[in-house]
């Protein structure tokens, strides 16, 4: 069983950065793929970043790309989520997830989710 929890949410200016972090316990975190996705009010949760266990290849949803950075540390068991130039867009619950399936890009691959927390982006 994998625990996941992330931090590092918050209110920013547009143009804003933040970054956010899922910190594992239970298991390592090195065997798993790794995905970030965000669920704003009223809309469908929806693929951000993932990052695969070997290699690190990493893959981006069109709407971030060059602006957001997903990376990991396996040493801390943490994945991470750089968030640059934010847009009010951006506002929403962001939820990190493990999983060793193959389709990272799809939510009902992952296997363990942690609660989300909260970036809100003010104009």
């Known amino acids: 069983q994998v625990q996941l929890v992330e931090s590092g949410g918050g209110l920013v200016q547009a143009g804003g950065s933040l970054r956010l972090s899922c910190a594992a316990s239970?298991?390592?975190?090195?065997?798993?793929?790794m995905g970030w996705f965000r669920q704003a009010p009223g809309k469908e949760r929806v693929f951000v970043a993932a990052?695969?266990?070997?290699?690190?290849?990493?893959y981006y949803a069109d709407f971030v790309k060059g602006r957001f950075a997903i990376s990991r540390d396996n040493a801390k068991n943490t994945v991470y989520l750089q968030m640059n130039f934010l847009k009010p867009e951006d506002t929403a619950v962001y939820y990190c997830?493990?999983?060793?399936?193959?389709?990272?890009?799809?939510?009902?691959?992952?296997?363990?989710w942690g609660q989300g927390t909260q970036v809100t982006v003010s104009s």
């Open positions: 239970g298991r390592s975190l090195s065997s798993y793929d």
């Open positions: 990052i695969r266990s070997r290699g690190g290849s990493m």
């Open positions: 997830a493990a999983t060793l399936g193959t389709t990272i890009t799809n939510d009902s691959g992952y296997m363990y």
